[in-house]
């Protein structure tokens, strides 16, 4: 299954979440839907190379803190809170808390080492 596929079979993910307080516009994960899907593409495949769910939450590194990870890669691009969060869904993380403004993700121990890895993106 490529990268768009993933993004279309797993939008329910998003969509299932329920709203967000007003005013939490750039918190909620739907704002991952208003990316251009390049960008969406870019952005989940930036997250499969580097993390790997686990089994608990962890609770080292915020959406809010990675997604500053994503911005600052060579290949990244500025994207707001709830566009990382939607992204994580569609990747296959699951959340500790979502209706946190910050949200926690299953993520190995292990992987959060490859967050500064440069990896070949096509």
Do not use: C
Request: charged residues 25%; hydrophobic residues 35%.
């Amino acid at each position: 299954m490529d990268v768009y596929e993933l993004i279309e079979e797993n939008q329910h993910l998003i969509d299932d979440i329920p709203p967000i307080k007003l005013g939490d516009y750039h918190d909620d994960p739907i704002r991952f839907l208003e990316l251009e899907s390049w960008k969406q593409a870019h952005l989940v495949n930036w997250i499969l190379q580097r993390l790997v769910p686990g089994t608990k939450i962890n609770t080292s590194r915020s959406s809010y803190s990675l997604k500053h990870y994503f911005s600052d890669d060579i290949d990244g691009f500025y994207i707001n809170n709830g566009a990382f969060k939607g992204a994580m869904l569609i990747s296959g993380f699951s959340v500790k808390n979502e209706s946190s403004q910050n949200w926690y993700f299953n993520i190995t121990k292990s992987s959060m080492k490859n967050l500064n890895k440069k990896f070949v993106t096509v």
